[in-house]
Structures are given as structure tokens and as C-alpha cells.
């Protein structure tokens, strides 16, 4: 099932809006204290907690989808390594049952938000993996019809070194 964006008001900005100061680690210790960036954060494109703004009734994300996904994207370190926490996991994470968590999943693939890929070790299946390039690509698709009024200060990777 393709996603379909809402273009009820696409946000075109007037003039061009000068970008903040990129955000630094020592910005998250003064928001949150030590102890909790200590703990580790993830990074939300804004673009997906807003993401029923843009897309279709057929393609809302009901909350335990929501949050399930946002696990899912806290839970991908690396571009090239798909996330797999546990269906368990999953569960205690958000505090619904193991059924509801492959219930959510089972919905968030039929949606086109993600592809659950088994992942084997030595020849025996080990646990799922979730592939979100769908997701990237429909945030980027969001992304290029409605424009970020506030755009923040991005610094791409140099040229011929990898992300990590």
C-alpha cells in the first residue's frame, strides 16, 4: 500500500530563514543533566512526530504504532545496521503486550513503514530485523512538499569518510 501525503497546506516559507547553531553534545547535558545524556539519546526527525500531519487517514499511526517506531528509530545506531531489539523488548519498552507489539509491526509493514527481515545466525533464525528505508523514504518525500519553516543547521558528513 503506497502512502499518500496530505497536501491540504503544504508550508512554503516566504523568504529563506537562517538556520540555528548546530546543537552540540554539551547542549544535551545542560537540557537533560549527566546522568540522563549519560544514559544515551536518540535522534527523531521531526518530520516523523509529525508525521499524521502529512499523510493520508489510511496511513495514521495510531499511538502504539507511534511509539513502537519511535523504539525502533531510537534503537538504529547506524545507518547500515538495521535495529532488531526482541519482540519482548519491544513489549516492555512500551508496556503493551508481546501480541499488541506484533500486532503494531504487522500494521506498520502492511503500511510501507518498515519490512521485518529474519535475521539467522549460523543457519537458525535469531531474531527479526526491522529495515526502515521505507520510512527514510517517505520522510524524505514529506520533506521535499512541505518545507521546513525552521530549519536547523545540519553539518553533512565530509566527503569520502563514512558515517558511523
Not at 493520508?56 to 545496521?81: F, I, N
Request: proline share 8%; charged share 25%.
Amino acid at each position: 500500500m503506497k502512502v499518500q501525503l496530505v497536501m491540504k497546506n503544504p508550508v512554503k516559507p516566504k523568504t529563506p530563514v537562517k538556520p540555528k547553531t548546530p546543537v552540540r553534545g554539551d547542549d544535551i547535558v545542560s537540557k537533560w543533566g549527566m546522568e540522563v545524556a549519560e544514559r544515551g539519546f536518540s535522534q527523531i526527525p521531526n518530520y516523523l512526530i509529525n508525521l499524521n500531519l502529512y499523510v493520508d487517514e489510511a496511513h495514521h499511526l495510531p499511538p502504539v504504532e507511534m511509539v513502537l517506531l519511535l523504539h525502533l528509530v531510537g534503537s538504529w545506531w547506524r545507518k547500515d545496521e538495521m535495529p532488531f531489539p526482541s519482540m519482548q523488548t519491544l513489549a516492555q519498552r512500551a508496556g503493551i503486550s508481546e501480541r499488541q507489539v506484533q500486532r503494531s509491526i504487522k500494521s506498520l509493514e502492511e503500511k510501507g513503514y518498515l519490512k521485518k527481515v529474519k535475521k539467522s545466525l549460523h543457519g537458525i533464525v535469531a531474531s527479526n530485523v526491522y529495515d526502515l528505508s521505507p520510512l527514510v523514504q517517505i520522510l524524505k518525500l514529506v520533506a521535499e512538499h512541505f518545507v521546513n519553516q525552521h530549519p536547523r543547521n545540519i553539518r553533512a558528513p565530509a566527503e569520502g569518510k563514512t558515517e558511523r
